[in-house]
């Protein structure tokens, strides 16, 4: 008789535990009365296109007072720019990802802003370095300087620095 308990135990653990049988013991818990019916979502607020717009010039117009790049400058009445924000937002709305970017009072655009304030001078700082660099050097005046160095830093004939080089160093 141990033999037959045994197998009827074990041949109703393995149809109750089946990886073949879904549970069904939650479906009328779980039915149309599920935790996302029962409570109220709020209300989501977004930007309408309008305040989205101005924030879309509020960027350019913080952008031209940091550099003070005239092409920054945009006006409310662009409508290119208007038509350009219109599908920005347009692409955001398509794109759940990008929804927070909507939300009015965000943390990002701050984020944003703060962030713009540090790199955006400093790109401009090596853009102008960059440029410097790239001029071509006048030779001449490379020669001149690198004579008057000489001249300067040239002993006497008795080993003493010159005046000249005496007073750069503070003698």
Same mark, same amino acid.
């Given at each position: 008789?141990?033999?037959?308990?045994?197998?009827?135990?074990?041949?109703?653990?393995?149809?109750?535990?089946?990886?073949?049988?879904?549970?069904?013991?939650?479906?009328?818990?779980?039915?149309?009365?599920?935790?996302?019916?029962?409570?109220?979502?709020?209300?989501?607020?977004?930007?309408?296109?309008?305040?989205?717009?101005?924030?879309?010039?509020?960027?350019?117009?913080?952008?031209?007072?940091?550099?003070?790049?005239?092409?920054?400058?945009?006006?409310? %009445?662009?409508?290119?720019?208007? #038509?350009? +924000?219109? &599908? !920005?937002?347009?692409?955001?709305?398509?794109?759940?990802?990008?929804?927070?970017?909507?939300?009015?009072?965000?943390?990002?655009?701050?984020?944003?802003?703060?962030?713009?304030?540090?790199?955006?001078?400093?790109?401009?700082?090596?853009?102008?370095?960059?440029?410097?660099?790239?001029?071509?050097?006048?030779?001449?005046?490379?020669?001149?300087?690198?004579?008057?160095?000489?001249?300067?830093?040239?002993?006497?004939? %008795?080993?003493?620095?010159?005046? #000249?080089? +005496?007073? &750069? !160093?503070?003698?």
């Amino acid at each position: 008789m141990e033999e037959v308990k045994k197998a009827e135990f074990s041949t109703v653990s393995q149809e109750q535990y089946s990886a073949n049988n879904e549970p069904t013991h939650f479906d009328d818990l779980i039915g149309e009365h599920s935790i996302e019916n029962s409570i109220e979502k709020p209300i989501e607020m977004r930007l309408q296109k309008d305040d989205f717009h101005k924030m879309f010039l509020t960027g350019f117009s913080i952008a031209h007072n940091l550099t003070g790049y005239r092409s920054l400058q945009v006006e409310n %009445d662009n409508q290119s720019a208007k #038509d350009c +924000a219109n &599908a !920005l937002y347009e692409c955001i709305e398509d794109i759940p990802a990008l929804h927070f970017l909507l939300k009015p009072q965000n943390k990002w655009f701050d984020r944003a802003i703060t962030i713009g304030a540090f790199t955006v001078p400093m790109a401009i700082s090596v853009a102008n370095e960059r440029h410097l660099r790239k001029q071509p050097v006048d030779k001449k005046s490379q020669e001149n300087k690198q004579e008057s160095f000489e001249e300067i830093t040239k002993p006497t004939d %008795d080993g003493t620095p010159s005046a #000249d080089l +005496a007073q &750069a !160093l503070g003698a």
